[in-house]
């Protein structure tokens, strides 16, 4: 079903960070590996039922991708803005 894969996107700094709720399981890796602490907890839950991840809940988002490259779900995708 195309709709489980609609991304939540949430624009911050640098990033525009894309998750794939369907895809996270709210393991919380990606906010440990940020290095400028944007991600954190969203209020809705994904569809295992647990918390998902966006951004801007730190400094601004800088566009590394170690968030994309850490997650186990592939659940993340960064996409640059145009400077
Ligand atoms: S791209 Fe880098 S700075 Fe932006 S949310 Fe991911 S880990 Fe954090
Ligand atoms: S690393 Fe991936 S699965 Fe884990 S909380 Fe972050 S986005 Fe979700």
Known sequence: MATVFKAITTEDG????HL????????????????????GWAKQLGVFGTPV???????????CKKCELVCPD???WIEKKEE
């Open 14 to 17: 640098k990033g525009i960070f």
């Open 20 to 39: 794939f709720p369907a895809l996270c399981k709210g393991c919380g890796l990606c906010i440990e590996k940020c290095p400028v602490d944007t991600i």
């Open 53 to 63: 991840v966006e951004s801007g809940h730190g400094k601004p988002c800088i566009a």
């Open 74 to 76: 592939s659940a993340i």
